[in-house]
């Protein structure tokens, strides 16, 4: 990757995000199905995170978060501990699986709104917020996953396209030296 | 040897440069050298102890990272709910607010058409549990609207017994009245009856007279149990009451129900001489033998029905008339027990 590459990334995964963030707060959150809204940045954020591993990821997620609490009117950094998580573990599982098969980021997508919704609520609950987590829980979860999942057939590959894929991020390399010499063994014979 | 041992292990380890470098995208060039290449090499030369130290370093750096990063966001919830709404996060946050917000505007006004299209179509998936739950609303309002008009019959029917029972005039000055509930109506097509809760232990006993609404008569108690009575209406087939229409020459008979219509009685033994026209009042006759100790359990007076059809032959000693019952026998649901006062009670 040269320098105008990664700068290049730096400015989509930029625009994108705020785009998320801005039609989130702008539309997202009044176009509701069967009690579901759809998450725009949670979308966007797994699509960049299994795109470019785990620690664009999490920074991805504090910086979107940071920008959706501050446009929301939420408490700072409410959004941005739930999403840095999500991003993070979004990146590690699309290092795991090297092969983007067009259900894994469907998969991810839903998972991570899950956790999302999820984790906000219960963060949201433990600062002291009037909703009721358990009807939320029963009644938006669920479909908003369901949304978002359909969102994310669309603006999976724009995210994708947006940043021209590269080879998908490698897994760690093995820590202990017993597994550094499996790792070469034909090197020594 | 070694030196190529080396080497090659340094190519070997340059071609999976993505498991040594920090960046996990394809290798870095810089000045046209392999940054990652270089990387390897320099790690490979190090030894296998670098080599490690710099895959742990890796490990180490993203878990630091994303632990940095949410001690950063619980720091910034921290420091929001501490300070005043005039703090500088409260300031961050209503400065990007006021830069987002010409952004915004823009953003509602193009997107208006979608909401208004996404709103419409949600409505239309919505619609069917929307139905749904207006039919079950809608049953549950016309159940309750029947119970409303169930209550507000009983409620009419026992304002009318109330005010007989607060006032049943100075014929029944004797009587004391016991108030009851129809609790049972068996159908029975050879006789005629319905239990009422009020028994022996509220005084009521065998033969008293029952009526309903403005003191109409109904029947009569036939059986008492302590605590509920069975009573002989007076379309029993059983049952025969002294009667009279009421007239400048009152026409008394002997009351019993008509065969083949229950809701119509007969009063019979009228004397041909006696003038009776149809809608005259039919009222008990309340007779007392005082030689033989013998009397009516019905009071003088309670009434009966309304004539509705006078029968005369030529043949026959006596008119037939039809008498149509005040009350409706089939339908009524609280009743008044007239009980004798005595002096032994």
């Not at chain 2, 993505?18 to 290449?37: F, K, N, Q």
């Not at chain 2, 039919?135 to 609207?145: D, F, G, I, T, V």
Request: charged share 15%; glycine share 10%.
């Amino acid at each position: 990757v040269t320098l105008r590459r990664l700068a290049r990334d730096v400015v989509v995964i930029s625009l994108a995000l705020a785009l998320a963030v801005l039609l989130q707060v702008t539309i997202a959150w009044d176009l509701t199905l069967l009690g579901g809204a759809p998450d725009l940045v949670c979308i966007v954020l797994v699509s960049i995170a299994l795109l470019r591993g785990a620690e664009v990821g999490a920074l991805a997620g504090f910086a979107a978060g940071f920008l959706l609490d501050a446009l929301s009117g939420q408490p700072l950094g409410l959004s941005s501990f739930v999403y840095s998580a999500v991003g993070y573990g979004a990146g590690r599982y699309g290092e795991k699986v090297a092969d983007h098969a067009p259900l894994r980021p469907l998969l991810a997508v839903a998972v991570g709104t899950l956790v999302s919704r999820t984790g906000i609520l219960a963060v949201g609950a433990m600062l002291g917020s009037s909703a009721s987590v358990g009807e939320v829980l029963s009644i938006a979860v669920i479909p908003a996953a369901m949304i978002d999942v359909l969102l994310a057939i669309p603006l999976y590959p724009l995210v994708r396209r947006g940043l021209r894929r590269a080879p998908a991020p490698a897994a760690l390399p093995p820590t202990t030296p017993l597994q550094s010499e499996q790792h070469v063994p034909a090197i020594h014979a | 040897m070694h030196g190529r041992t080396v080497a090659s292990r340094a190519a070997a380890e340059a071609a999976s440069a993505r498991g040594l470098g920090g960046y996990s995208g394809p290798s870095i060039t810089w000045r046209g050298a392999s940054l990652s290449a270089t990387l390897a090499t320099w790690r490979v030369l190090g030894g296998r102890a670098g080599l490690n130290t710099m895959a742990f370093d890796r490990v180490i750096r993203r878990r630091l990272l994303l632990g940095l990063l949410l001690v950063a966001s619980l720091g910034l919830m921290t420091a929001f709910f501490r300070e005043q709404d005039t703090g500088p996060l409260h300031r961050v946050q209503n400065d990007v607010s006021g830069v987002a917000t010409p952004a915004e505007s823009v953003v509602q006004h193009v997107a208006q058409p979608f909401r208004d299209a996404w709103n419409w179509g949600s409505g239309l998936v919505n619609a069917k549990q929307e139905a749904d739950r207006l039919r079950s609303e809608n049953q549950q309002l016309e159940h309750q609207l029947g119970t409303l008009l169930q209550q507000k019959q009983d409620v009419a029917e026992l304002r009318t017994e109330a005010a007989f029972v607060k006032d049943p005039g100075a014929a029944l000055s004797d009587y004391r009245i016991i108030s009851a509930d129809v609790t049972a109506r068996p159908p029975d097509l050879y006789s005629s009856s319905v239990t009422i809760d009020a028994g022996s232990a509220n005084g009521v006993r065998v033969n008293d007279p029952v009526t309903t609404g403005k003191g109409w008569l109904v029947g009569q108690i036939a059986a008492v149990t302590p605590h509920s009575s069975r009573v002989r209406l007076i379309n029993d087939s059983s049952i025969e009451i002294s009667a009279q229409v009421l007239g400048e020459t009152p026409a008394k008979g002997i009351l019993t129900p008509s065969v083949g219509d229950r809701n119509m009685l007969m009063l019979g033994f009228v004397l041909k001489s006696k003038q009776v026209s149809n809608g005259q009042y039919v009222t008990t006759t309340g007779w007392c033998d005082t030689t033989r100790g013998l009397c009516s359990h019905y009071p003088r007076g309670l009434q009966i029905g309304l004539v509705s059809n006078v029968n005369q032959t030529e043949n026959a000693l006596y008119k037939t008339i039809q008498v149509t019952p005040w009350a409706d026998l089939s339908s009524f649901m609280a009743v008044s027990v007239l009980e004798k006062r005595t002096s032994g009670r």
